[in-house]
């Protein structure tokens, strides 16, 4: 059908050049083959998105399991490069490890030749134009008139391998057009890839570059599979350029690490390794052993420009390559050490700065969120037990000490809370959304913490100067406020970063005891002034530090409830 079209369009084409018209189908079944990877890959990665944390969570412990979790999530997306992309971005979060990374590398580039494969498939039962007007019918009927989301993005990714189909079968009868026994431009483009097919070197720089401007290798090796199918280029020429996609894909990993961190860099130069020093190898030993080994299988098989045999001759390079290389992650961390920084971390306040994350994948971003405020929340246990020690010992290094840890907590509230802006644009279902609002809460009630501890440092600095000294009554029950206050924020801090509504509810049941606590010692506190214990001068700001302790237990309280209510844990819910 769609060669009888391409036939018309040939014939009358309105006094345009056959040559031309055929030129423009070949531009346009690339257009279409290629939207239709990124609709497909798109759609798969947003129906896996919500499941994306615990998958990417399994690749903890060994690398072999990073590697498995890579191919699983290549095998979702239909996308190496994007899982490569998506490595960059965790490392750069923190949320994966650089160990662990490479692992995923390895698997997704298995994993990223299975499209290959389907492709080879059904190309070579010929039904490929059949089934490409098939899927775009199926896959446009379910985006249009259902109305389920589920469902409409099941359609875009049958409408996306449609597309894909529909692609490669315009780029097969147009190129067939050209090497026609008739055409005047058989013999140019015969001695193009002749000399291509001659010099694997030139073929392995033709199918890098082609691959860094559509950015997917797939794309690469599928035309390269169609090309080899017409007979428009030999199987030699065609095991180069598919050689040379194996580079070329490593340009998005390397474009998502621009403007990252330094972990994501070393990610990213990891990947290359792993791809041009495989290429490098296979290249050196491509004429005496790659080459007459695929071409050997190819003939045992007795097959004759059949495309499997190229999907093959990828997957044996990805699986050798990537088996090696799992041997080989010591030294390559080592080179990575070397050019970037042994054992490089990016602090969160640095990484909060990257939003990369937040396109890639949401519900990810979301889990960074979790983790930074974590790590605010433990600058605020640190500072409340620098205030405590303050409290009841002059000690100038806790007070720098104690600044230092004040502006980190300012800092991290205004970088967590533009993060969680920047998150708010992107599509998530109510539920998430109120996480969004109340992780704004959580992080302002933490920062109004840190101002207490800053005000409290603030009175005794002032006591300590004019050499004012609580009297024993005094101390005993500030040391107590205090304490309760301060197992409130150790069990905060851990019910934050466990997501453990048990820590939240001990933490939560303190509240009510330190607001009697500052009622008790308040009125204990005007008893002692009254009968003459202790001076009207030396009791000053005792009054303003009970009160401030009684507001840090309501900022804690605040946080507790948010997890107590079982906002802050839906994202563990998998955990559970």
């Known amino acids: 059908m769609i060669k009888t079209i391409l036939e018309i369009s040939l014939e009358f ?32 990665k947003a129906i896996a998105g919500d499941k994306m944390k615990v998958i990417i969570e399994k690749s903890t412990n060994t690398p072999l399991k990073g590697m498995f979790v890579g191919f699983a999530t290549t095998m979702l997306t239909q996308s190496a490069s994007g899982t490569s992309a998506l490595a960059v971005s965790l490392v750069g979060a923190g ?12 698997g997704a580039n298995i994993g990223g030749t299975i499209l290959t494969i389907i492709l080879a498939a059904f190309s070579q039962l010929k039904i490929m134009p059949v089934v490409s007007v098939i899927l775009v019918f199926l896959g446009s009927t379910m985006i249009f008139f259902f109305k389920k989301k589920r469902m409409n993005q099941t359609g875009s990714v049958v409408l996306g391998f449609g597309l894909i189909f529909l692609g490669l079968a315009f780029i097969d009868m147009s190129f067939a057009h050209f090497i026609a026994a008739d055409s005047i431009y058989r013999d140019s483009i015969n001695n193009l890839f002749s000399t291509l097919a001659n010099i694997p070197f030139l073929g392995i720089v033709v199918g890098t570059l082609f691959t860094a401007v559509v950015q997917s290798s797939s794309a690469t090796i599928g035309i390269v599979q169609s ?19 194996n580079i070329g894909t490593t340009i998005t990993a390397l474009l998502a690490s621009l403007g990252s961190s330094k972990s994501a860099k070393k990610v990213a130069l990891a990947n290359i390794i792993i791809k041009v020093f495989g290429v490098l190898c296979f290249g050196i030993a491509f004429r005496w052993a790659f080459y007459p080994l695929i071409d050997l299988l190819n003939n045992a098989l007795g097959w004759n420009n059949n495309p499997m045999i190229i999907a093959i001759a990828h997957l044996s390079f990805n699986l050798i390559n990537s088996f090696v290389f799992l041997l080989l992650i010591k ?42 405020i974590s790590y605010m929340a433990s600058c605020m246990q640190k500072y409340c037990h620098i205030a405590f020690d303050f409290s009841f010992e002059k000690n100038d290094k806790l007070a720098i000490e104690g600044a230092e840890l004040e502006r980190t907590i300012n800092s991290l509230d205004k970088r967590i809370h533009d993060y969680l802006i920047k998150l708010t644009l992107s599509d998530f279902d109510t539920k998430t959304s109120k996480s969004l609002s109340n992780y704004l809460d959580d992080i302002k009630d933490i920062e109004r913490v840190g101002d207490h501890c800053t005000n409290i440092i603030e009175f005794f600095t002032d006591r300590y100067e004019k050499e004012l000294n609580l009297s024993e009554d005094g101390i005993q ?28 509810k001990i933490a939560s049941d303190c509240e009510d005891e330190i607001d009697k606590m500052e009622e008790i010692f308040h009125e204990r506190h005007v008893h002692r002034v009254n009968s ?3 001076s009207f001068r030396n009791t000053e700001h005792y009054v303003e530090i009970l009160s401030n302790l009684e507001r840090m237990g309501d900022h804690l309280e605040n946080i507790c409830e948010s997890i107590l209510n079982d906002e802050y844990c839906q994202y563990d819910e998998f955990n559970h």
């Open 331 to 372: 030294p390559v961390t080592f080179i990575c050490n070397k050019a970037y920084g042994d054992d490089e971390t990016d602090s969160i306040e640095e990484r909060l700065l990257d939003y990369s994350l937040i396109k890639k994948s949401p519900s990810l971003a979301m889990e960074f969120v979790k983790t930074s």
């Open 532 to 534: 003459g214990i202790c």
């Open 227 to 245: 090309m080899y199918t017409i007979g428009s280029i030999s199987l030699y020429g065609s095991l180069a350029l598919m050689l040379g996609a």
């Open 477 to 504: 029950d500030l040391s107590q406020m205090f304490g309760t206050v301060l197992v409130m924020v150790d069990n905060t801090k851990l019910a934050i970063e466990q997501n453990s509504l048990e820590y939240a």
């Open 13 to 44: 084409g309105s006094g345009i050049s056959s040559n031309i018209i055929a030129i423009l189908y070949i531009l346009c079944g690339l257009g279409i083959f290629l939207f239709g990877i990124n609709m497909m890959g798109s759609s798969l």
């Open 95 to 106: 949320l994966m490890s650089f160990t662990q990374a490479l692992g995923v590398l390895l």
